[in-house]
């Protein structure tokens, strides 16, 4: 927990479509069927006014979203789950898993999406109160596969096409080589090998 020694917090990352939910419920499962407490939380969203927010950032009546009002509503989520639901659980000594994070940010609204990394940086940093996870699982899909795993109705973001979501995966990972609690793992594989991919890692960190 950034400058506050280690703590529980994981974070799955991945394209839309990379499998990333089914797996952050599948870890839950089992860290709770070994008697962990643990917590799993989605970005954005979490609470609620976290999911209020959400329904805004996906709408896809949104037409005419300013890139920085984006930028600072996926942060405001972020800052109210930090301080409602992440840091209190893992006070206690849950586990928190977290579909998303900072590298979502960085990704979608800095690679994909054109803003200054180091200013969603400095901005995630003040939402978070530098709060950074344990480990960041990236599950690596080529954009037509994350796509095509979404037919039917798409959100604002899904709908940005598939040059927008190639830079995605290609943020992700360019950004994963930078990230020291970064790994990144084939997502294109069937779900029982992703699974155990993603349960070795996770079980690896926890204290
Ligand atoms: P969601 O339905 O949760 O997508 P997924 O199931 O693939 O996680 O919608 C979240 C969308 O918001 C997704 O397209 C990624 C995008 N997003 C950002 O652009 N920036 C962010 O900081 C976060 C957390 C999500």
Redesign the pocket.
């Known amino acids: 927990m950034s400058g506050q020694g280690k703590s529980d917090f994981i974070v799955l990352e991945g394209p839309?479509?990379?499998g990333?939910?089914t797996q952050a419920r599948l870890l839950a499962e089992k860290l709770a069927a070994q008697g962990r407490e643990c917590l799993l939380v989605?970005?954005?969203g979490g609470t609620a006014l976290g999911e209020r927010v959400r329904e805004i950032?996906?709408d896809k009546a949104e037409t005419g979203m300013d890139a920085r009002g984006e930028l600072f509503l996926?942060l405001a989520c972020r800052a109210q789950l930090v301080a409602e639901v992440i840091r209190p659980a893992l006070a206690r000594g849950a586990v928190v898993l977290s579909?998303?994070?900072m590298l979502?940010?960085l990704v979608?609204?800095g690679i994909a999406g054109g803003l200054p990394l180091a200013e969603i940086r400095e901005a995630g940093r003040i939402a978070t109160g530098g709060l950074a996870p344990e480990l960041t699982l990236v599950l690596d899909v080529p954009a037509e596969i994350g796509l095509s795993r979404r037919p039917g109705a798409q959100?604002r973001?899904?709908m940005k096409g598939v040059e927008f979501h190639r830079r995605v995966r290609e943020g992700y990972l360019s950004l994963a080589r930078e990230d020291s609690s970064a790994r990144v793992i084939d997502g294109a594989r069937p779900l029982a090998e992703v699974e155990k991919s993603v349960w070795e890692l996770a079980h690896a960190v926890l204290c």
């Open positions: 839309d479509g990379s990333k939910s989605r970005e954005p950032l996906l996926f579909d998303r994070f979502s940010t979608y609204q959100d973001i899904e």
